[in-house]
């Protein structure tokens, strides 16, 4: 059972991985190499639990205390009591949902590891918007994608941003990084993947005549917002595709693009 210990000090250095939520560049470059990231809100803890992310400890204004009393009863991490005040004293802003959880990272599985045992994989460009790759993740998780890659620069899943966005499915669809852009995407296709690139360019092809969802193994490749895939990932595609607009609209948010795009590709999929 979990130790719960009212704090009163916002510089009580037990708080310390609660610190400055709201300092981006901090933030990320300090949870990957301290191998914690921070789920926020109840259903998002509850997610991480059940996903086998080890708790280092969470963070209750008084209030969420009885209803988190069963996961509390279970851990062994310490479980810290402040008031909403203090809490926001900690993290730079007000904790609306009440509950916060630093949780311990689990090692990356490689982007081999991941291709060997799936058919329908996402890879993502220079994605650096966390709400984006939040969202994107959420529809991976939804409609049917097997898994994401990421290029390296991409930002990180478990920022809390991203987390949060995504309701949790960060933790139910598998993700690696590839270790080279755009050489990486070789040992996709050397996989078995078919590459195809989602872009508005009115070279591509429609999705609903490109078919994915009737190709044995797909990669979808996104853009980031505004700028898109680049002319490097463009070139690597085995195929392009573009959802087809209506009204004078050329493009979509690439978290809603994704969600259609992700319809198109798992619909009708093989069975494994």
């Keep these: 059972m979990a ?14 991985d609660y610190t400055g939520l709201t300092d981006v560049e901090l933030r990320r470059k300090r ?37 988190m009393r069963d996961v509390i009863d279970e851990l062994p991490a ?61 529809s991976a998780a939804a409609l049917g994608m097997d898994a994401v890659l990421l290029s390296p620069d991409c930002a990180d899943p478990l920022y809390r941003r991203s987390v949060k966005v995504s309701m949790g499915a960060v933790f139910s669809v598998p993700y690696a990084r590839l270790d080279t852009w755009p050489k990486g995407l070789e040992s996709v296709r050397e996989a078995g993947f078919t590459l195809i690139a ?36 463009l070139v690597a595609a085995d195929e392009w595709v573009r959802i087809p607009m209506s009204h004078g609209v050329d493009s979509l948010n690439v978290g809603a693009a994704a969600a259609v795009a992700f319809y198109a590709v798992a619909t009708g999929r093989p069975q494994a």
Excluded: C
């Excluded at 991941?114 to 984006?132: G, K, P, Q, Y």
């Excluded at 591509?204 to 980031?224: I, K, N, Q, S, Y």
């Design 198 to 233: 989602l872009t508005p360019d009115e070279k591509a092809r429609p999705l609903d005549e490109a078919a994915p969802h009737t190709m044995d193994r797909v990669a979808l490749m996104l853009g980031a917002e505004g700028d898109g895939l680049s002319t490097q990932a």
């Design 31 to 67: 949870e990957p190499a301290e191998g914690l990231f921070i789920a926020e809100g109840e259903k998002v803890i509850r997610r991480a639990k059940e996903a086998g992310y080890e708790m280092r400890s969470m963070l209750l204004s008084a209030k969420w205390v009885d209803v």
């Design 3 to 16: 130790d719960l210990i009212t704090v009163e000090d916002p510089d009580d250095p037990r708080l310390s």
């Design 78 to 138: 310490p479980v810290y009591a402040v008031s909403p005040e203090l809490a926001e004293q900690v993290t730079g802003y007000h904790v609306h949902r009440g509950a916060l959880a630093s949780m311990q990272r689990k090692p990356l599985p490689t982007a081999a590891d991941l291709l060997r045992t799936t058919r329908r994989v996402v890879i993502m460009e220079s994605v650096n918007d966390h709400t984006n790759i939040g969202a994107i993740f959420r």
